[in-house]
């Protein structure tokens, strides 16, 4: 690490206005420039569009339209692919500049991407893909050409994942693939999905599973919609009905997928808790607290019962940062996290339900009314109320799926019980 991390100011704020106790800033002049940068790029760059598609964000990324329009100013910028090395496009920054952007794009108002393709598959190329697979997919990732969907999950295969059927034939140069994913987040809008497929059946079920790349607009794929309890569209089922796969769309040997995608499995898990997302949801929630009513005429914030509540959401959070910080210099360090990440993904997922719960606690029956209309950044029509209230319910609904998604909870105490405590 060139140096330690100076965190976010508004963090150590919060934490010294709740008497917890916080690290002392440890300013760095090179972090303190490649800040600045950042700021005045972002101050140039974000648009009140794109703020608004930030705060009326309730999944796991912004109003796709708005989404997409950042990823390309990023992309222009040569910023979309902060984690990736120089010579596959990437911007080459350390783990601790990364984090530091993240902080800055979120602090400043910046939608959630959809980046699948950067996150998940760009590592697993640049380590397993052929020559040609990178010269193709990279390239068009970092432009936002192709957005990816993860096509792993199905009917009996979740936690259990090397249970999946999805079949994948060879004939000649191509692979026919029958059967169907489940819960595949965006495959309505992405342009291509990775894969695994069984082509064989092996003695361990691990075995015979192939990673494939698939252009969603192939013969054979229907994509039906799967409505969530928040009432969003961000799920799928996805059938293949004789879809046809080019051999050269195989990573790494046949059979061997499920070695393809295992590092990049671990990696995703930590990965998906964004806590300066979380952090700054929790500042627009206390803000919104410290003018809202308890109903009795009192102000929510000074309500003794509600403010330990907001405290020990922001310790919780606070200590998940330090968490996220601890993986990260495990990554400066080019060691493997380990059994960090599925802490980081345990505890990260929790607090995230934490903070959405406080927000629906908050906003009481202001949040019932559904406006999902208006909740689209891009709709002639605007919010009735606040919109912490109106983005309070569809978001509490959509957390509850962070203890399931990209390894649920139990599977990660699991994985903790084994390599942690040896049980
Ligand atoms: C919002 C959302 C988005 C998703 N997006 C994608 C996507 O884009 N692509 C994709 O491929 N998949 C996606 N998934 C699927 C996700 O990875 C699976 O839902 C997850 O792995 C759990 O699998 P399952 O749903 O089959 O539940 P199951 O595996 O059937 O688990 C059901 C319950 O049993 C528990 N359980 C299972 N096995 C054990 C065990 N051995 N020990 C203790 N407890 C156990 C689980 O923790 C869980 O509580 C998504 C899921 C959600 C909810």
Same mark, same amino acid.
């Given at each position: 690490?060139?140096?330690?991390?100076?965190?976010?100011?508004?963090?150590?704020?919060?934490?010294?206005?709740?008497?917890?106790?916080?690290?002392?800033?440890?300013?760095?002049?090179?972090?303190?420039?490649?800040?600045?940068?950042?700021?005045?790029?972002?101050?140039?760059?974000?648009?009140?569009?794109?703020?608004?598609?930030?705060?009326?964000?309730?999944?796991?990324?912004?109003?796709?339209?708005?989404?997409?329009?950042?990823?390309?100013?990023?992309?222009?910028?040569?910023?979309?692919?902060?984690?990736?090395?120089?010579?596959?496009?990437?911007?080459?920054?350390?783990?601790?500049?990364?984090?530091?952007?993240?902080?800055?794009?979120?602090?400043?108002?910046?939608?959630?991407?959809?980046?699948?393709?950067?996150?998940?598959?760009?590592?697993?190329?640049?380590?397993?893909?052929?020559?040609?697979?990178?010269?193709?997919?990279?390239?068009?990732?970092?432009?936002?050409?192709?957005?990816?969907?993860?096509?792993?999950?199905?009917?009996?295969?979740?936690?259990?994942?090397?249970?999946?059927?999805?079949?994948?034939?060879?004939?000649?140069?191509?692979?026919?693939?029958?059967?169907?994913?489940?819960?595949?987040?965006?495959?309505?809008?992405?342009?291509?999905?990775?894969?695994?497929?069984?082509?064989?059946?092996?003695?361990?079920?691990?075995?015979?599973?192939?990673?494939?790349?698939?252009?969603?607009?192939?013969?054979?794929?229907?994509?039906?919609?799967?409505?969530?309890?928040?009432?969003?569209?961000?799920?799928?089922?996805?059938?293949?009905?004789?879809?046809?796969?080019?051999?050269?769309?195989?990573?790494?040997?046949?059979?061997?997928?499920?070695?393809?995608?295992?590092?990049?499995?671990?990696?995703?898990?930590?990965?998906?808790?964004?806590?300066?997302?979380?952090?700054?949801?929790? /500042?627009? @929630?206390?803000?919104?607290? +410290? *003018?809202?009513?308890? !109903?009795?005429?009192? $102000?929510?914030? =000074?309500?003794? &019962?509600?403010?330990?509540?907001?405290?020990?959401?922001?310790?919780?959070?606070?200590?998940?940062?330090?968490?996220?910080?601890?993986?990260?210099?495990?990554?400066?360090?080019?060691?493997?996290?380990?059994?960090?990440?599925?802490?980081?993904?345990?505890?990260?997922?929790?607090?995230?339900?934490?903070?959405?719960?406080?927000?629906?606690?908050?906003?009481?029956?202001?949040?019932?009314?559904?406006?999902?209309?208006?909740?689209?950044?891009?709709?002639?029509?605007?919010?009735?109320?606040?919109?912490?209230?109106?983005?309070?319910?569809? /978001?509490? @609904?959509?957390?509850?799926? +962070? *203890?399931?998604?990209? !390894?649920?909870?139990? $599977?990660?105490? =699991?994985?903790? &019980?084994?390599?942690?405590?040896?049980?």
């Amino acid at each position: 690490m060139p140096g330690p991390i100076d965190l976010d100011s508004r963090t150590q704020t919060s934490a010294r206005t709740n008497g917890a106790r916080h690290l002392a800033p440890s300013p760095h002049s090179d972090e303190e420039h490649f800040r600045e940068e950042v700021r005045a790029f972002l101050a140039e760059n974000l648009d009140d569009e794109l703020r608004r598609a930030a705060r009326l964000t309730t999944g796991v990324h912004s109003h796709i339209d708005a989404s997409q329009r950042w990823y390309k100013i990023l992309a222009d910028k040569g910023w979309i692919a902060p984690t990736w090395p120089k010579e596959f496009g990437g911007t080459g920054w350390s783990a601790s500049q990364c984090h530091l952007f993240n902080l800055e794009c979120t602090r400043a108002g910046a939608p959630l991407l959809c980046q699948i393709g950067i996150r998940h598959l760009g590592p697993v190329l640049m380590a397993h893909g052929t020559q040609a697979q990178k010269d193709c997919y990279l390239p068009a990732i970092l432009s936002g050409e192709h957005i990816w969907c993860q096509g792993y999950s199905e009917p009996p295969a979740g936690s259990d994942l090397a249970a999946l059927k999805l079949k994948a034939e060879r004939g000649g140069d191509e692979y026919v693939l029958n059967g169907t994913k489940l819960w595949t987040t965006g495959a309505h809008f992405s342009t291509h999905m990775f894969c695994l497929a069984r082509s064989a059946t092996g003695a361990r079920k691990q075995e015979g599973i192939t990673y494939l790349l698939i252009d969603m607009t192939t013969p054979g794929i229907t994509i039906e919609p799967i409505i969530s309890i928040s009432g969003e569209h961000e799920l799928n089922q996805v059938f293949f009905d004789n879809v046809r796969v080019p051999v050269a769309n195989r990573v790494g040997p046949e059979g061997e997928g499920w070695r393809v995608a295992k590092d990049q499995m671990q990696f995703a898990r930590s990965n998906n808790i964004n806590t300066a997302w979380v952090r700054e949801t929790l /500042t627009r @929630l206390s803000r919104f607290c +410290a *003018t809202e009513s308890t !109903g009795y005429g009192d $102000i929510l914030a =000074d309500d003794p &019962a509600f403010a330990r509540r907001l405290a020990q959401a922001d310790i919780l959070l606070q200590s998940i940062e330090m968490m996220e910080l601890r993986v990260l210099a495990a990554n400066e360090a080019g060691h493997n996290p380990g059994a960090l990440s599925s802490m980081l993904k345990t505890r990260g997922s929790e607090v995230k339900q934490r903070v959405s719960e406080l927000a629906a606690d908050a906003v009481a029956y202001y949040g019932l009314p559904l406006q999902h209309t208006a909740l689209n950044p891009f709709a002639p029509c605007s919010i009735i109320g606040s919109e912490v209230a109106a983005t309070a319910l569809p /978001t509490y @609904l959509n957390e509850r799926a +962070a *203890t399931i998604y990209s !390894g649920a909870s139990e $599977i990660q105490r =699991d994985v903790l &019980a084994k390599r942690v405590l040896g049980l």
